[in-house]
């Protein structure tokens, strides 16, 4: 069965910090994974994607993931914390075997400390 | 704006009744996605459209959900006979005519609650 994995409901990170938010998967092909962020009272915006290539992949507001095919994660990375990236953050895998369905995680909190 | 938008962004029912929800998609895109998105939860797909046709509707969708897209633009998400456990944020969301690569574009969605 497809899924999405986010260990950790909240992250604390104190700014200028390094910060990293979690997620891994499970599909039976070769997975899709994308990262949205969620700002309060507005919808999921798009961070970034892996399709295929380069496993490193670099988004939109300094944010970055790695695609690591044998511990199938796709951890979120920004080198520097900003107290503006305090949001919710989500996974999501699609699974090109299944359809057209995307799987998003349970979501993390993320707050830059001040 | 050239987003995607939904219509209403708040509906309060009383259980039992129908609502029916609005999205418009980003206008080149042809694929057009409903979720249902309750508090501490991530998105769960509903249904999916490539134009007008209704390709993937999820399993858990109740029979008293009922999605349409009639002419392959704007889609509607209609709810019967409410009940509380519906209460949620619904989602609406579209990509491009290369969808398989592309991401979905959300909308702002529409925020149920059946008393």
């Known amino acids: 069965a497809q899924s999405v994995a986010q260990p950790e409901d909240q992250v604390n990170v104190a700014e200028g910090n390094p910060l990293t938010v979690k997620c891994t998967y499970s599909v039976s092909g070769n997975p899709y994974l994308f990262w949205y962020v969620q700002y309060p009272n507005r919808g999921l915006q798009f961070l970034l994607k892996?399709?295929?290539?380069?496993?490193l992949v670099k988004g939109s507001y300094g944010f970055e993931a790695e695609f690591n095919k044998s511990q199938t994660s796709f951890h979120l990375k920004k080198p520097s914390a900003l107290v503006s990236d305090s949001a919710l953050y989500f996974c999501a895998v699609r699974d090109l075997n299944t359809g057209n369905q995307f799987y998003f995680g349970t979501g993390t909190s993320l707050t830059v400390i001040p | 704006d050239t987003g995607v938008s939904q219509d209403p962004r708040h509906k309060i029912t009383k259980r039992g009744q129908n609502v029916t929800f609005r999205c418009d998609p980003i206008?080149?895109?042809?694929?057009l996605y409903w979720y249902r998105q309750t508090l501490g939860q991530g998105p769960e797909f509903l249904t999916y459209?490539?134009?007008?046709?209704?390709?993937?509707k999820s399993r858990l969708l109740s029979d008293r959900f009922s999605a349409e897209r009639p002419k392959g633009s704007f889609s509607t998400l209609e709810i019967q006979r409410t009940e509380q456990g519906d209460s949620a944020m619904y989602l609406c969301?579209?990509?491009?005519?290369?969808?398989?690569?592309?991401?979905?574009?959300f909308g702002p969605g529409t925020r149920l609650t059946v008393t």
């Open positions: 892996y399709i295929t290539g380069d496993n």
């Open positions: 459209f490539q134009n007008e046709a209704q390709l993937e």
């Open positions: 206008s080149e895109h042809n694929r």
């Open positions: 969301a579209s990509s491009s005519p290369l969808g398989e690569k592309y991401e979905q574009y």
